[in-house]
């Protein structure tokens, strides 16, 4: 407690997590510095976390203590009040504890249409203290919430919104204008938006850095928004137009020709997308890292070499369903991406084991692997798996009617690491074999003739 009060604040403090304070202040609770500790938590600014969602309890524990978060998740903060509650006695005191962490707050998650409002209130009556970095709503956003956000936080640099499905083009076109510093921009199940969005955007926030549209029902995502994405975002690096199904190789092309620092690229259920979207990717965008063209059903073996070729830092494929490749291009990824760490070749129904055991012996990094599907697949393959990647923590091997007990054995021997396997029951399968690894994984998910059998029913 001699601590200088600047070196506690900032050069101690600032670095902890709120669990960390919480067991700190429950340690001193009985302590003659009590009274000291208290009075050095006050105003106390924690980095906090946009993924570690802050319960009422937390909430109100922070306003007792006088400690600010620049980063806080409020999507819990009100879980004990219904929306028929109407305005009941506690509003005000909640309203005030959210207001105290806006003071410092540069980074916020909401979910529910009262914690909304009462922010939007907040930055109405305090424009001085407006400093949004980063915002990501949940469900709840409309045309006339979003414009207000988009006109008192214009210095927002990142933006999530997803399943709101009142959101049109008008808040969008609104939060281009206003928020022109904007690096990253999330769209996502918003069933309302068009083109019009990703024009207004392209031609206004031309630092973005990574961009998401996926599952926008309504947003047909035409050559022209995406040509217009690329010659005016040249610095993106990320960009998921997944299930943007009318998208041809136009588009892609003209992404890969002017956006060469792109590094992650999701372009799962393009299905009009043929191998020369896939080859300009991989001649220009030599820093990939993630792909995802999964139910991209034109893809061949030789768009695949190509990315292995000239994609060397690879960490994440997803090929799923690319039912024309073959044992060629996982080779060829095997033996050149040996970085990789994810991936996806279910439902590839002419992949052998010669595929897996190469993946085995040259990616010895792989964390997730999913063969679900690859019904030519043998025990050679897995105890490969098994036995050369032990880091690996997921696993899918469901609908591999060709694998045994040997397979299930090699996992439940060398596989400490698991913590997600999914699997079919078969023939060659025994319960006692799934009785073994139920008891190596007590979190397995079995999945038998498509009922869900708990660990429990097996042990």
């Not at 304070?21 to 976390?49: C, N, P, Q």
């Not at 997803?162 to 069933?191: F, W």
Request: hydrophobic letters at 35%; glycine letters at 2%; charged letters at 20%.
């Amino acid at each position: 407690m001699d601590l200088p009060n600047d070196v506690f604040k900032h050069q101690i403090m600032s670095y902890l997590m709120l669990r960390d304070v919480v067991i700190f202040d429950s340690a001193t609770m009985s302590s003659k510095y009590r009274h000291e500790w208290l009075d050095k938590l006050r105003d106390v600014i924690l980095i906090g976390d946009l993924d570690d969602d802050i319960k009422l309890d937390n909430l109100q524990w922070l306003y007792r203590r006088g400690i600010y978060m620049l980063n806080i998740d409020l999507r819990h903060a009100t879980d004990d009040r219904s929306e028929a509650d109407g305005v009941n006695g506690d509003d005000a005191k909640r309203i005030a504890m959210i207001a105290h962490q806006l003071k410092h707050c540069t980074g916020v998650v909401l979910s529910d249409r009262y914690t909304v409002d009462a922010v939007l209130s907040w930055l109405l009556l305090s424009p001085s203290h407006t400093q949004l970095l980063t915002l990501h709503i949940h469900d709840v956003i409309d045309d006339d919430r979003l414009r207000s956000f988009s006109e008192l936080c214009t210095e927002l640099q990142e933006l999530r919104i997803s399943m709101s499905h009142q959101l049109t083009d008008a808040s969008i076109i609104t939060i281009s204008t206003h928020c022109t510093g904007l690096q990253s921009l999330e769209v996502s199940r918003c069933d309302q938006l068009t083109d019009a969005s990703i024009i207004s955007i392209s031609t206004h926030c031309t630092r973005l850095q990574s961009l998401n549209f996926c599952f926008c029902a309504a947003l047909m995502l035409a050559d022209a928004s995406i040509i217009s994405i690329s010659t005016h975002c040249t610095g993106l690096k990320s960009l998921d137009i997944s299930y943007c199904e009318e998208r041809t190789d136009a588009s892609i092309i003209s992404i890969s020709t002017h956006c060469t620092g792109l590094q992650s690229l999701n372009m799962e259920c393009c299905v009009k997308l043929t191998d020369a979207s896939i080859l300009s990717i991989s001649t220009h965008c030599n820093e990939l890292k993630s792909l995802n063209i999964a139910y991209c059903y034109e893809i061949t073996d030789t768009c695949i070499i190509s990315i292995s070729t000239h994609c060397t830092g690879l960490h994440s494929l997803n090929v799923e369903a690319c039912d024309n490749l073959t044992d060629a291009s996982i080779l060829s990824i095997s033996t050149h991406c040996l970085l990789l760490q994810s991936l996806d070749v279910s439902e590839c129904h002419q992949l052998t084991d010669i595929s897996i055991i190469s993946i085995s012996t040259h990616c010895t990094r792989l964390q997730s692997l999913n063969v679900s599907g690859c019904r030519q697949l043998r025990d050679a393959s897995i105890i490969s798996i098994s036995t050369h990647c032990t880091g690996l923590q997921s696993l899918d091997i469901s609908y591999c009617n060709k694998l045994s007990d040997a397979s299930i054995i090699s996992i439940s021997s060398h596989l400490k690491n698991m913590n997600l396997l999914r699997l079919c029951i078969y023939n060659l399968i025994t319960t006692h074999a799934i009785h073994s690894i139920c008891v190596s994984y007590p979190h397995l998910e079995v999945d038998y003739a498509d009922v869900k059998i708990s660990t429990s029913d097996l042990i």
